[in-house]
């Protein structure tokens, strides 16, 4: 039975709600363990994760982006979505398998993998539960109120474990644990969850040749995001040790938190646009596709400005005195604030559902070599400030390329239309946080009142100039909080 589409705005709260737990956890525990296990230490754990996640993506192979995909597709039809799950758990665990063993293969015959050998197999269960988590499935399904609860309590759980067995600097393997099950220990409960959804029987008449050429490409592409993403950790650990690595991680913790919750506006509306590319709608999905790039830019505008003004005090309040070089670090990363928004809401947002993978790959591989070769000619000399400049770069480069593409196929001039009126309405922001230090109170203080101050200021402004996808959005929400008040049960609009 076909149900209704959830509503986006809900869609849309519980994703942030469930994006915002997931980072905001990270950011306490870096808070916290930053002052206990130093540079070295949150290095050390970094460095794991990021040699993992390599084997992570190949596990996945492409999944959480054609799962989502092709879930959205087939939601209406119970069968047809059981044998397509069950045929992505198959496929996973053939790759999962493999991605094990190059892992310990890696960690036996790699003298610098040996020496983080512990670390490397507790931060190895991820590749495990990320496949057998089916998060994309209930992405597909729009289930972004389970996904939030499920989260959260996840979270909160690992948050009193980080405060009870991490108290000294030799506590890294107890913090990555309570690390990775934050982030993945409520997969444990879809798989059985997942009943509610599927039917669980053998069809025997499984399609899985039919998957293999989409996720190669959106593996291919996962590849290449993976490397100008999480290469610059890898390769500081390399070429420069823990501490870097560990002060570089303070410089980019923030930034990709802003990031990250910027994007949770185009998230939501992938299940949307992928149902709309299938039913060969071009005028709903050219609309939501405008809203995803308008509501990244008027996010990202004044974040940027913000994260620049406020580096210091950000690095102090986070990571404490022993990092406080990584502000200069996080200063030249806040342009990828700006950028990534961009290229996520084409490549993942746009081109993913309609199914260009493609071009993705296209402009991801060039992000990851012009990545690769900035970090093999400045990390050795500049250090952290080499990689965020490697970064900066890469990831420029790919928005550029991304842009091109976009233009073949949406109206970019009508997109970038009201760009200008994010950047005018952010005027008043430098000004705010230049005023804020001569207001001689504590810095979280002084740094709370600049932050609210300056959305208050902005958001102002982008009613006073009536930005249309502002007074939309005001409009949706005031509606929607009406319509609740009126009727508990409602749908999508």
């Not at 054609?66 to 939601?75: I, L, Q, V």
């Not at 420069?240 to 303070?250: E, I, K, L, P, S």
């Not at 230090?437 to 101050?453: A, D, N, P």
Request: glycine fraction near 6%; aromatic fraction near 14%; charged fraction near 15%.
């Amino acid at each position: 039975m076909q149900e209704k589409p959830k509503s986006l705005l809900k869609n849309y709260i519980f994703n942030f709600l469930k994006t915002f737990s997931s980072l905001i956890f990270p950011i306490i525990t870096f808070t916290y363990s930053a002052r206990i296990l130093g540079a070295e230490g949150v290095g050390q754990v970094n460095f794991a994760r990021s040699v993992v996640s390599y084997f992570s993506m190949f596990a996945l192979m492409g999944m959480n982006y054609y799962g989502t995909r092709e879930a959205a597709k087939r939601r209406d039809n119970k069968e047809e979505l059981s044998k397509f799950v069950q045929e992505m758990l198959m496929i996973n665990g053939v790759t999962t398998g493999i991605a094990y063993i190059f892992l310990f293969a890696a960690i036996a015959f790699v003298p610098k993998l040996r020496e983080y050998d512990a670390l490397l197999l507790v931060s190895s269960l991820a590749i495990l539960l990320q496949g057998l988590g089916l998060e994309w499935l209930y992405q597909g399904l729009e289930e972004y109120k389970y996904i939030a609860i499920r989260s959260m309590l996840f979270q909160v759980g690992a948050l009193v474990a980080l405060f009870l067995f991490v108290k000294n600097r030799d506590d890294v393997i107890p913090y990555a644990i309570i690390t990775l099950m934050s982030s993945y220990g409520s997969y444990i409960l879809n798989f059985a969850n997942a009943r509610k959804y599927l039917q669980f029987r053998w069809y025997g008449d499984y399609e899985i040749k039919k998957h293999f050429k989409p996720l190669l490409w959106l593996f291919a592409m996962a590849v290449s995001i993976e490397l100008y993403t999480v290469l610059d950790s890898t390769m500081l650990g390399f070429i420069q040790g823990d501490a870097v690595v560990g002060r570089y991680t303070a410089a980019v913790k923030v930034n990709k938190l802003v990031i990250t919750l910027i994007n949770v506006v185009g998230v939501v509306m992938i299940p949307r646009l992928s149902y709309f590319a299938e039913k060969q709608n071009q005028t709903a999905v050219g609309s939501l596709v405008a809203k995803s790039y308008n509501y990244s830019f008027m996010l990202s505008v004044p974040a940027a400005i913000g994260l620049y003004m406020l580096s210091e005090e950000i690095i102090l309040l986070f990571s404490g005195r022993e990092f406080s070089s990584a502000a200069v670090t996080m200063r030249i990363l806040t342009p990828i604030v700006l950028v990534i928004p961009f290229s996520v809401a084409t490549n993942q947002y746009a081109f993913i559902p309609m199914g260009k993978e493609k071009l993705i790959l296209k402009a991801t591989l060039i992000g990851a070599v012009s990545n690769f070769a900035g970090n093999f000619l400045l990390m050795p000399r500049f250090a952290e400030n080499g990689a965020a400049v490697a970064t900066v770069i890469a990831e420029t480069v790919v928005a550029f390329v991304s842009f091109f593409n976009a233009s073949k196929f949406f109206d970019m001039r009508g997109i970038f239309r009201y760009y200008y009126q994010y950047w005018i309405a952010a005027l008043p922001i430098p000004l705010i946080a230049v005023l804020g230090r001569k207001i001689h109170v504590h810095y979280v203080l002084r740094m709370g009142i600049v932050i609210i101050l300056s959305i208050g200021c902005y958001f102002l402004a982008l009613f006073l100039i009536k930005n249309p996808y502002f007074v939309e959005a005001l409009r949706s929400a005031i509606r929607k909080l009406k319509k609740s008040k009126q009727n508990p049960k409602e749908e999508n609009s």
